[in-house]
Structures are given as structure tokens and as C-alpha cells.
């Protein structure tokens, strides 16, 4: 199937730092990528769609200038966690649909972001 | 607010027995319904899927059922194997094609599948 790569898997940072979380798609063009959130014991939370070529769309609740998510091409969108705070310790995730289906929305491994 | 709930946070199984995996919504707008399999260090993995307008699908050892009216599905794994154990989530959407992607998902629940 297809392949979604995320990076990193891990990262630790000191609270005020940003950290880049990097999606790629590796065989396919993905027009449209998603990032999710996952809060311990908690279940994934859409936090943003990231278009290709334009602004990503942000659910309620997610500040955008607080993530930032850039999908400068069709195999690749960015999420960066600006002046992050213990708080924004979480689980990322991002997906990206082929042919625009659930069905063929593959996932990243996802990124455990600790903010000390 | 959960809109998606996986009530088991895990569930033991005897290979070769029958896994029965639960899930409750509370919004009656979902129409679609998926669930995903996750493996550790890896991204989860699409299993199978059910539209609203079914009370069943079944893909070989695998099968969803969706009762509407209890706003309940379960996936049924016959028979259970030890490389099904991983963590299940249950995954709702709205609006068809027009929402791909958005999807809102349960806590997930473990299956272990002993030998």
C-alpha cells in the first residue's frame, strides 16, 4: 500500500522552542493532507487539513498561529509547534488520502512530542 | 465531548475464538463508519469500513455490524489469530466523500490474542 513517512518519531525540546514535524507522502501525490492529535488515553483528534498550495483549515478550538502547518508541495506538509509549552506534549499524527477516500487514507507513524 | 466511544480499553482473546470489538456514537449526522488497526511505532491501518445505509460487511475473517438506532457497531474478528493483536479504533465520518479525511475516532481499544 501506500506510504506515508513521518518525522520524527520522537523529539524532546525545552518549553519556548518550536519544533517541525515533516510528512511525506513516498508514492503517491496527496493534494490534501490531515494532522491529528492524541492526548494520552484519549482518542486522535482532527486538528487541521492541510491543502496543497493554500491555507490549512483548522477545527475549532486549534489555534492556528500556534501550529503552523505548511504543504508546500503535493508530497509534503509541515506542522510546527511555534513557542511550545509542556502542555503541547502530545502524539502527531498525520494522514493522506489517495483517490480521496477514507478507505485509502494512510497514516504516518506519528511524532511523541515532549515539551520539558 | 466524545462523540466516538470505545468503552473496553482492552479485551483478551483465545486464538481461534471470536473478537468482538465495541463502539458507540452520539452524533446521528455520522454516516460512515471505519476501523483501524495499529500496530506499535506504526500508523494505523485501515480494516474495514461500513456506510450507513448497511447493517453489515463482512471482508473475510473480518465483519462490521452498525445498529443504527443504538447508534452501536462492533467488529467481529472469526477466527481470532495472534498477529491480530494490536490496538482497534473505531472511526466515524459525515457527508460522505466531501469529508474524507475528517474523521472522529474512538480511544481505541487492545485486543491480545494468546496462542
Known amino acids: 500500500g501506500a506510504v506515508v513517512s513521518q518525522h520524527p518519531s520522537r523529539v524532546i525540546c525545552k518549553s519556548g522552542t518550536s519544533v517541525k514535524i515533516e510528512c511525506r507522502s513516498l508514492?503517491?501525490?496527496?493534494?490534501?493532507m490531515f494532522w491529528y492529535r492524541q492526548f494520552p488515553k484519549q482518542s486522535l483528534m482532527l486538528m487541521a487539513t492541510?491543502?496543497?498550495?493554500?491555507?490549512?483549515?483548522?477545527e475549532q478550538g486549534v489555534e492556528k498561529d500556534k501550529f503552523l502547518i505548511n504543504h508546500a508541495s503535493l508530497t509534503l506538509s509541515t506542522l510546527t509547534v511555534t513557542s511550545a509549552h509542556p502542555e503541547d506534549s502530545s502524539f502527531y499524527i498525520c494522514?493522506?488520502?489517495?483517490?480521496?477516500?477514507?478507505?485509502?487514507?494512510?497514516f504516518g507513524s506519528g511524532t511523541q512530542l515532549s515539551v520539558l | 465531548d466524545q462523540q466516538v466511544k470505545q468503552n473496553s480499553p482492552s479485551l483478551s482473546v483465545q486464538e481461534g475464538r471470536i473478537s468482538i470489538l465495541n463502539c458507540d456514537y452520539t452524533?446521528?449526522?455520522?454516516?460512515?463508519f471505519l476501523w483501524y488497526k495499529k500496530y506499535p511505532a506504526e500508523g494505523p491501518t485501515f480494516l474495514i469500513s461500513?456506510?450507513?445505509?448497511?447493517d453489515k460487511n463482512e471482508d473475510g475473517r473480518f465483519t462490521v455490524f452498525l445498529n443504527k438506532s443504538a447508534k452501536h457497531l462492533s467488529l467481529h474478528i472469526v477466527p481470532s489469530q495472534p498477529g491480530d493483536s494490536a490496538v482497534y479504533f473505531c472511526?466515524?465520518?459525515?457527508?460522505?466523500?466531501?469529508?474524507?479525511?475528517?474523521?472522529?475516532f474512538g480511544q481505541g481499544t487492545i485486543l491480545t490474542v494468546h496462542p
Open positions: 508514492d503517491f501525490q496527496a493534494t490534501t
Open positions: 492541510s491543502n496543497e498550495g493554500s491555507k490549512a483549515t483548522y
Open positions: 494522514s493522506a488520502s489517495l483517490w480521496g477516500s477514507n478507505e485509502k487514507l494512510f
Open positions: 461500513i456506510s450507513s445505509i448497511k
Open positions: 472511526a466515524a465520518s459525515r457527508g460522505g466523500g466531501t469529508s474524507y479525511g475528517k474523521l472522529t
Open positions: 452524533n446521528s449526522m455520522f454516516d460512515y
